[in-house]
């Protein structure tokens, strides 16, 4: 039977947002040295091969724009309806000011109608299933966290 191949963990952001410093502060380096230094800086298993070298390079300006505050994530993933998101967000914190409990329903109900008011059409808005309010629930846990549960009046 073949061995299986040693999986090797896809780069965060940061990481690659290190690489595409490292080339802007000496350009000398080639894609293998860029690549020996990020196994050892990394500790990475085994060293990345030019054509990931390349295409970090290549998408530099997306790397370069990476914010602080998200150092360990591996990909980025632009908000579809920002208006309504930021509409819902700005109603949990109210919420929350109020110490109200949120439960998932009224999340999901109040999700739905500012997407509605803010220009989404029928056949776009999102389902807003449980599997999406578990989503919303994990990358806004901030604001969220201890508030899950009540129903919140508003």
């Known amino acids: ?39 050892r800086e990394f500790n990475l298993v085994k060293a990345l091969v030019q054509g990931t070298i390349s295409g970090i390079l290549r998408d530099r300006k997306t790397y370069l724009l990476v914010k602080e505050a998200e150092p360990k994530c591996k990909r980025t993933r632009q908000l579809v309806f920002l208006a309504a998101n930021e509409e819902l967000a700005k109603w949990v914190l109210n919420c929350q000011s109020k110490h109200v409990m ?50 919140c009046a508003a």
């Open 102 to 151: 949120l439960s998932g329903d009224l999340i999901k109900a109040k999700s739905k109608r500012f997407a509605t008011l803010s220009g989404v059409q029928n056949d776009q808005l999102l389902s807003f299933s449980n599997g999406w309010l578990q989503t919303y629930e994990r990358t806004r846990r901030e604001w969220l966290g201890e508030y899950w549960g009540k129903t």
């Open 1 to 39: 039977m073949p061995s299986r191949r040693k999986a090797t963990d896809n780069l965060t952001l940061d990481q690659n947002k290190k690489i595409c410093l490292w080339n802007e502060e000496n350009a000398a380096f080639t894609k293998l040295q860029l690549a020996a230094r990020a196994m």
